[in-house]
């Protein structure tokens, strides 16, 4: 395996260990909201080391992006807030499922339509059972 595919599972890792420890700081402080603020600090400190070690100029080129592309965060901010909150209700399992099989609908439609500059990758049957799969993986794991 490349390189690459060892840094996305590394990341997919990631996930629901984030939530989990970030629905525990919420938990603790009584306040997911203050611990998403905690995670974005943090999160914010290690973007802004990594932006300036590897490309100090990029931040020259933010002007001339277009704007919508800056609504990103708001999608960040919405998982991280919702995943503090019902994660530990709902249990990070169960609720790191759900995303996941948002993820793959959403990945599944900007790659057919190539949203966002993606790459066009149709949506095929095979890809549709394997999204369908997911689905049903997701309701007999939180049936047991």
Do not use: E
């Amino acid at each position: 395996m490349s390189v690459q595919v060892w840094i996305m599972l590394a990341t997919g890792f990631g996930i629901p260990v984030l939530a989990a420890m970030n629905g525990a700081l919420g938990r603790h402080i009584g306040s997911p909201a203050v611990a998403a603020c905690v995670l974005f600090a943090v999160a914010f400190s290690i973007a802004l080391v990594a932006a300036l070690v590897t490309n100090p100029g990029a931040v020259a080129k933010l002007p001339t992006a277009p704007k919508q592309w800056f609504i990103a965060g708001s999608f960040v901010a919405f998982y991280v807030l919702a995943i503090t909150w019902i994660g530990p209700d709902m249990g990070i399992g169960k609720a790191v499922f759900y995303v996941l099989l948002g993820q793959l609908i959403a990945a599944a439609v900007i790659d057919h339509f190539g949203f966002f500059n993606a790459p066009v990758a149709a949506i095929t049957w095979t890809r549709f059972a394997g999204i369908a799969l997911m689905a049903a993986g997701v309701y007999v794991a939180q049936r047991a």
